[in-house]
Nanobody, 125 residues
């Protein structure tokens, strides 16, 4: 069982930055592939970024590529999402997720096993 707790959300102006953190309870955190998803009001949850268990490979949605960076610190059981050049359309609840199954491009939420409770990110224009 893996418990995930996100933090770092908030209100920011367009063009600003935020860093989200996700702390995991798993003793074998370094075995899990980790991801960030987001859900805007009235929309389905969508993939934002993912990172392989080793940290050697990262994957991004086209909508965030070049602006967001996912990273992890296995010693701290934590995954991060650095979000720069934020836009109003980035406004959403951001969820951290974990899975043992392989990770790659074009991720959907259907293959992820563990989820955090979400943290709100609001970008004002």
């Amino acid at each position: 069982q893996v418990q995930l707790v996100e933090s770092g959300g908030g209100l920011v102006q367009a063009g600003g930055s935020l860093r989200l953190s996700c702390a995991a309870s798993a003793r074998t955190f370094s075995s899990y592939n980790m991801g960030w998803f987001r859900q805007a009001p009235g929309k389905e949850r969508e993939f934002a970024a993912a990172i392989r268990w080793s940290g050697t490979n990262t994957y991004y949605a086209d909508s965030v590529k070049g602006r967001f960076t996912i990273s992890r610190d296995n010693a701290k059981n934590t995954v991060y999402l650095q979000m720069n050049s934020l836009k109003p359309e980035d406004t959403a609840v951001y969820y951290c997720a974990a899975k043992l199954a392989p990770v790659g491009w074009g991720e959907t939420d259907r293959t992820w096993h563990y989820w955090g409770q979400g943290t709100q990110v609001t970008v004002s224009s």
